[in-house]
């Protein structure tokens, strides 16, 4: 993690900015790339955009499922303990991090 530091940028008059360099080189931003803002309680907060973060479609189908599980909560079954065996069949051995980002392409 990059130390804790502040630059300041100057807004236009059409609304933009400039990323500080040393901003960008944190961020590992280069031309092209995207930026989210963060808006709370606590002020602003920016960071590097990734698409998949951004997946409409994905936020869209997370919506869809948060809402089906909150109507109809009895339709919620615990997995099998035959697909639970399976699943550690498969995975015995591999370590697993959900918060480690994903390496290369990945096929759904």
Do not use: W, Y
């Not at 951004?54 to 919506?63: C, E, H, S, V, W």
């Not at 009895?74 to 918060?99: N, Y």
């Amino acid at each position: 993690m990059a130390r804790p530091f502040e630059e300041t940028s100057t807004i236009t008059s059409k609304g933009q900015t400039t990323v500080p360099k040393s901003v960008r080189k944190a961020l590992g931003l280069s031309e092209g790339d995207q930026i989210a803002f963060r808006v709370d309680e606590s002020g602003v907060t920016l960071r590097r955009a990734d698409e998949a973060e951004d997946d409409p479609a994905i936020a869209a189908f997370l919506n869809f499922l948060a809402k089906d599980i909150e109507a109809n909560p009895g339709r919620l079954r615990t997995l099998a303990p035959e697909m639970v065996a399976r699943i550690e069949q498969l995975t015995e051995g591999m370590r697993f991090d959900p918060a480690e980002p994903i390496e290369g392409d990945v096929d759904l």
